[in-house]
């Protein structure tokens, strides 16, 4: 069973129920023998998922999780197999037209581009195929050149373009059509630190202040953390867990580190903590001017530490600080694909 947090009444700008997408396996020559029965991939596996209007929602996950799959079939690029899924209440299945209507894509995909046109030229056609009128086009191209940074470089060929100005024509792409909702799958893949950077400030500072829902698909946990408002955990096609940061840590959080300050110990104390059930494990790390430092990994925190408190106090120590480490979002990660679901998003 997937570990759900509900969005409550807020308005949703997606609602997906029990949506599942298989592909064909494929065995290259197998394929052409008469009889041979049909081998199916499910990419996705019966996905139920609300995300709020105005929401940074992030889908956090290995290659291969399902994550790009189930973007292609919210812009309406393939179709479910079974379940449904709505944007802004317009079904993907039955009114794709409306979809596409309030949707952008932004992807690092460059092939999708004209290597021998410029920047401007790039845009010019993909606002053909918007059906923009031309003197519309031309205002919004010269708007998100300026608004993207390539004001000065509209007029490059795209085979001249860095991967950092390439994937700034692609974030321009995605906004043509003016999207309530932008789709961002991977959009700092193969960019230099510098660059991936410039492109998470801009999401956050420039698109998502607008007030616009961004779905963004990333494996990197540390954009996840972040840009985003709630993170979705996918693994293999199934949905692993929904929620913030903080909620996820809290359904995920099995141990923890805590860090003890004391002054007037006694090497009783040590053997004393180490003796507590969820005290898993306990070293003296640090000694300076008189003080102690105590390192403990526990868990289940609301139950072991007033009993630690409590052993410390009476032991003789004077308690001068006490810090517990929140689980890394990387811990959260591994222990979410490490969960068994059980019957999908059941």
């Known amino acids: 069973m997937a570990y759900w947090i509900p969005v409550g009444a807020m308005n949703a700008a997606i609602n997906i129920e029990n949506l599942t997408k298989r592909f064909p396996r494929t065995s290259g020559y197998r394929d052409l023998l ?63 037209q409306s979809v596409k209507e309030t949707v952008g894509l932004i992807s690092a995909e460059e092939r999708s581009f004209y290597w021998r046109l410029t920047g ?101 946990l540390n954009e996840a953390e972040q840009l985003c408002d709630r993170l979705a955990i996918m693994d293999r096609g199934h949905l692993k867990a929904v929620g913030t940061v903080s909620e996820l840590r809290t359904i995920f959080q099995t141990q923890e580190e805590c860090v003890l300050e004391v002054g007037n110990y006694s090497e009783s104390i040590l ?37 630690i408190m409590k052993v410390t106090v009476n032991s003789g120590a004077d308690i001068m600080d006490c810090q517990l480490d929140p689980l890394p979002l990387e811990e959260i990660f591994l222990h979410a694909l490490h969960t068994d679901t059980g019957k999908e998003n059941g």
């Open 271 to 307: 053997n004393q903590l180490r003796a507590i059930d969820g005290v898993l494990d306990c070293n003296l790390t640090e000694t300076h001017d008189g003080l102690v430092k105590l390192k403990m990994v526990i868990s289940n925190r609301a139950a072991v530490l007033p009993h």
């Open 34 to 96: 008469p009889f041979r029965l049909r081998e199916w991939v499910e990419a996705v596996k019966n996905v139920s998922l609300e995300i709020r209007d105005g929401e940074f929602f992030g889908m956090l996950g290995p290659n291969g999780a399902g994550k790009t799959t189930l973007i292609k079939m919210l812009c309406c690029l393939v179709l479910p197999n079974s379940g449904t899924a709505r944007v802004f209440g317009h079904d993907v299945a039955r009114d794709a």
């Open 120 to 220: 401007r030229e790039n845009l010019r056609f993909y606002a053909s195929l918007y059906h923009l009128p031309q003197k519309q086009a031309s205002a919004r191209i010269n708007k998100l050149l300026e608004l993207v940074g390539l004001a000065d470089d509209g007029d490059t060929r795209f085979q001249n373009y860095s991967t950092g100005m390439r994937q700034k024509l692609a974030i321009a792409r995605g906004l043509l059509s003016e999207p309530r909702l932008l789709f961002v799958d991977e959009p700092t893949r193969s960019l230099d630190p510098v660059s991936a950077q410039t492109v998470r400030i801009f999401l956050k500072d420039k698109i998502a202040a607008e007030g616009k829902t961004v779905v963004l698909a990333t494996h990197n």
